[in-house]
């Protein structure tokens, strides 16, 4: 009987102690065996979303292939992707099958991914099928969030989508392909968030007790003071960001992220428009050992050339708002791709010589 209980009192710290965040040492020791992180979101450019980048009938190895390709041409390792779980509840052995097959293709190129679970962004009514064509001139006019608005307001539904994160992420816990586990992309974006934070906190619950290999992040893309901020940080083996805003601002949001003593991504910048762009920002991100993860590769059906709230039947942009390259692989800026094809690949430790 006593033994019983020194057993499970035992089996109890073995098992917080595997499932726990990392410790700042822990985060700062993996991040020194990487390279300094430099990607793009990916998407390819003949899928409007997620579902139609990874449906059977509409996985597009070419596309994906010839785009990764380019990807690694232009210095890049790690790319940012989402899933969506209605995929995993369709067939999740088909699904893992063509995550698996993804992931043969970006270590061929030597790109790690981020998988990104959910996000609150676009539109709010996610089906399986066939996806809507772009409306033209409107930028991502197909995106689903995921859930959808009618699974968010539905809790008794959130137990797939806790089902879904820890059978993904259990059947991924060992794979090094894999970089980083982005758990909610930009919860405040469907602006409900007392709605969406309390289903993060289930997320992240069923997330660190897949036990995954990989760390965990969720990205704070507004004001750190706000409660959401404070428990994204609180969560994030390895702090992720989003800051589209001109270098200043980005900056004085770097300096209040530094404080937590952890490695720092960036995962969505670019919005040239706007004052952010692949001169401003990546000199800035390479030398303070910041992973530099941009908005969108190559232009196609999100047509997210096109700046945010740009109406139907909008007139292609004289400066694109995101991406690099056209669908063809030539570059929208040849400045920026000799830029990017120049940059010196480092380590995080190693002292940074060209800037
Ligand atoms: C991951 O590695 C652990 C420890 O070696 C092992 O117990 C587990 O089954 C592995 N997971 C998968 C999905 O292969």
Not at 331 to 351: A, H, T
């Amino acid at each position: 009987m006593k033994d019983r209980h020194l057993f499970l009192i035992l089996l109890y710290f073995v098992n917080n102690g595997y499932a726990a965040r990392w410790t700042e040492t822990q985060a700062n020791e993996w991040y020194e065996q990487q390279p300094w992180f430099i990607g793009t979101n990916f998407i390819p450019s003949t899928a409007i979303n997620s579902l139609e980048m990874w449906q059977s009938e509409t996985f597009d190895i070419e596309t994906i292939s010839r785009e990764l390709s380019w990807a690694a041409s232009l210095n890049m390792n790690l790319m940012r992707v989402y899933l969506h779980h209605l995929l995993w509840q369709q067939n999740a052995d088909d699904f893992a099958s063509r995550i698996d097959k993804f992931l043969q293709i970006s270590s061929q190129n030597n790109i790690q991914i981020i998988f990104v679970l959910f996000d609150e962004c676009h539109t709010p009514n996610p089906k399986l099928g066939l996806q809507p064509i772009p409306i033209p001139g409107v930028h991502n006019s197909g995106w689903v969030r995921d859930p959808g608005q009618e699974m968010l307001l539905d809790q008794t539904k959130w137990s797939v989508l806790q089902q879904y994160t820890a059978d993904i992420i259990t059947r991924f816990q060992n794979d090094t392909r894999i970089a980083l586990w982005d758990l909610y992309n930009e919860p405040e974006c469907s602006q409900q968030v007392p709605i969406v934070l309390p289903l993060l906190k289930l997320v992240y619950a069923a997330a660190i007790s897949a036990n995954p290999v990989q760390p965990l992040t969720v990205a704070p893309a507004s004001s750190l003071s706000e409660e959401l901020a404070q428990y994204e940080i609180s969560i994030s083996d390895v702090i992720t960001f989003h800051n589209y805003a001109p270098l200043a601002d980005t900056m004085r949001m770097v300096e209040q992220l530094k404080t937590f003593n952890r490695p720092l991504i960036c995962t969505e910048y670019l919005a040239r428009t706007a004052g952010s762009t692949i001169f401003t920002h990546i000199p800035y991100f390479y030398s303070n050992n910041i992973g530099s993860i941009n908005w969108g590769l190559v232009s196609g059906k999100t047509q997210t050339i096109y700046p945010w709230f740009s109406p139907e039947g909008a007139p292609t942009p004289l400066i694109w708002f995101h991406d690099i390259l056209h669908a063809n692989g030539t570059p929208f800026s040849v400045y920026e791709v000799q830029f990017l094809k120049d940059l010196k690949p480092k380590r995080q430790n190693e002292i940074m010589l060209k800037y």
